[in-house]
């Protein structure tokens, strides 16, 4: 393209402005032609104003028109035209002859069908001013544009969609949860066909949404997962800026609530009862209890301790790490008749404390477990392990030698023989 093509096509396109009626048609259009920069001649540096004989109005024609009769876009006419018929104009370019036609004798440029900015938003074409008779150019060939006017005939598209995020609870209002961005297929720089605002049809009062940047934030304080744990948020995009008549477009936002430690390990019950056999070998399991905390993963670790007392000599208690049961385990052998009883406290807590959390109260409980030990019934026991009698030779059968002594320990002992 020569110097002086890309002045003609620059002017072209910053005209593609509705002119001012005050101006009229031609005025304009002979400013906009005689106003043309072009090189000096013979070569010599800078620039000078270059009289043109092109003379036209500012060409655009609007999208999606559905009139009957071709779409008029605009007029090409040249100064050696002087109304005689001598002069024929011709169109080449983008969519000459398809899209847009010309009058060969008026210079009206006439669109053939419906277009569609967003499929191609201008057309590159060149214009030709010919003597009718003898087919010779009149003026170089220019180069001039059509572009498609917009209109509001696409909606707020959420490419993306649907969404998903994740928030802690409790977290503070305001927290930044997810953004969702919208795209109008309009015109960005002409009116406000493509001027987004967004909005939340549904998931208040517990989320909001910036209407200029679609951010989404926590609307409530100390929103609970234990209560709640799944919200779905309706977001809208609209065009216009929001405004009556804009076209609207949804999308879904699925946010879940991820855990924190705000609850501590709680007893179902303040009393557990167990019975275990006095035979239990030491380093058995001999119970098991359990505290319920409602967070999960490892903000649900429980640790369990036995309180010093009564117990702690004789049993000992571990966390299941798979369903976080406290399993009790006798240390020390049982003896019925020794003691027929065991009463102790146990602790339970949590193993990862968060310290955002720990003015809620203690974060463990306590409950108190009862083992009664069961008697086991053993063999009678001889008073000495081996006996040694003297007898003469012979003695007479039946004659009494000595006498072995056995008891029965249990407490329901009854006669040995």
Partial sequence: MSLHEYELLLCSV???????PA????????????GLVGPMRNGAAGFQRVKRGWVWNQFFVLEE????????????????????????????????????TIDQTTGD???????????????????????IDTNRPLEPESEFVIKVQDINDNEPKFLEGPYTATVPEMSPVG??????????????????SARVVYSILHGQPYFSVDPKTGVIKTALPNMDREVKEQYQVLIQAKDMGGQLG???????????????????PRFSKSFFHLRVPESSSVGSAVGRIKAHDLDVGRNAEVEYTIVPGDGGAMFGITTNEHNQEGIIILKRPLDYESKKAYTFKVDASNAHLDPRYQSFGAFKDTATVKINVLDVDEPPVFNKPSYV??????TPAGTIIGAVTAQDLDASSGPVR
């Fill in 65 to 100: 028109y559905m009139g009957s009769d071709p779409q008029y876009v605009g007029k090409l006419h040249t100064d050696l035209d002087g109304g005689h018929s001598a002069v024929k104009y011709t169109l080449s370019g983008d969519g000459a002859g398809s899209i847009f």
């Fill in 14 to 20: 910053s005209s593609l402005r509705p002119p001012s």
């Fill in 23 to 34: 101006l009229g048609r031609s005025r304009v259009a002979r400013e906009h032609a005689r």
């Fill in 175 to 192: 927290t930044y949860v997810t953004q969702v961005t919208a795209t109008d297929a309009d015109d960005p720089t002409y009116g406000n």
């Fill in 389 to 394: 009698m003297d007898v003469y030779e012979d």
């Fill in 246 to 264: 804009g076209l609207a477009g949804t999308t879904t936002i699925n946010i879940s609530l991820s855990d924190v430690n705000d609850n501590p």
């Fill in 109 to 131: 440029i006439h669109a053939l069908r419906s277009l569609d900015r967003e499929a191609k938003p201008y057309y590159t074409l060149r214009a030709q001013a010919v003597d």
